[in-house]
């Protein structure tokens, strides 16, 4: 009897489990449920693209470690300019090609530096047949340099010669090289101006009264003015091609300074004498001259810059 209670109480337990099993069962069966929590792959599938994306980051720091080595070669190129001895070099080439250049900038002037030497001696004036020499000769008398090389060129001037009372005002006259001179007729007769004087003949024909006409020495030396229509009439025109000028003192001494070292020609002039030249070596401290008056006293004109 017990046991067909017990029977029936386990089968009135087993009716209300079936009959209760729809409602208990999500509960109690923890078996069938754990499946479903094991069914949570969810996280497992959640995981799962974590790897992915972890493999991505491990991925990416492969190619990033060259990047380092990419600055090693950056460091080692600016490294390598500093230390190449290439900059050192041209340096060295420059500081002593400045050096060069200043070398021979500094020996180009030598020759201006040593146009320093001078010239310098006395000048006789004698007396020629029926002549006399008064101390104010000294004063129209002239000694000028002109170096065998160099470019010592006068700068050119405008002299104006005027011609009345049949003559040649001034008579005699030292100009730059390179100078107008403009024939004025203040006559009321006609004139004329030429001259034969080799290398430097010309003619302007005849002058009206009151008529003006130009010409240009250009060559260096004295030349001889003549008029072909009253034939006394004279004028001496010195010509005179470098700036190395200076005036006779009244003893008779001169000096000329700051001429280039070297040959060249020395010149003596007076308007009452002939033109003087002697071959000469500057630096000189004796060159001696002598000139000769041969002609009388009269009016002249020097127009060319003198040495004081």
């Known amino acids: 009897m017990f046991s067909f209670r017990n029977t029936t109480l386990v089968g009135c337990l087993l009716l209300a489990g079936c009959a209760g099993m729809p409602v208990t069962r999500p509960a109690t069966s923890a078996g069938t449920q754990a499946p479903a929590p094991a069914v949570a792959p969810a996280p497992a599938t959640v995981s799962a693209p974590v790897v992915p994306m972890a493999a991505p980051v491990v991925t990416a720091p492969p190619p990033k470690p060259v990047a380092p080595s990419s600055p090693t070669p950056a460091t080692r190129r600016t490294a390598s300019p500093v230390v190449a001895p290439a900059r050192p070099a041209i340096a060295v080439a420059t500081v002593r090609h400045s050096r060069h ?26 007396a020629g047949h029926g002549q006399r020499v008064s101390p104010g000769d000294f004063a129209d008398t002239l000694v000028y340099f002109v170096p065998k090389s160099g470019n010592v060129a006068p700068k050119p001037g405008a002299f104006t010669v ?16 390179g100078s107008t001179i403009t024939f004025d007729n203040m006559d009321d007769v ?6 034969v004087t080799p290398g430097s003949a010309f003619n302007l024909g005849y002058q009206a ?17 003549g008029c072909l229509v009253h034939r006394a009439m004279e004028l001496d025109m010195l010509v005179v091609p470098t700036t190395f000028v200076t005036r006779v003192a009244a003893d008779g001494h001169y000096s000329l300074h700051g001429l280039p070292p070297g040959p060249g020609t020395l010149y003596a002039w007076n308007p009452r004498a002939r033109l003087q030249a002697e071959a000469i070596d500057a630096p000189r401290r004796d060159a001696d001259l002598s000139i000769t008056i041969v002609k009388p006293a009269t009016a002249s004109q020097i127009d060319v810059s003198t040495q004081p």
């Open 190 to 195: 006609r004139h004329n101006e030429f001259s």
């Open 162 to 177: 005027f011609t009345h009372d049949r003559a040649f005002d001034p008579v005699a006259m030292a100009i730059p090289e």
């Open 209 to 225: 009264p009151g008529q003006k006409t130009a010409h240009v020495f250009a060559r260096s030396g004295l030349v001889l003015v």
């Open 101 to 126: 250049v200043r070398h021979s900038a500094t020996h180009s002037p030598e020759p201006e530096t040593a146009v320093t030497v001078g010239i310098e001696g006395h000048v006789a004036l004698k």
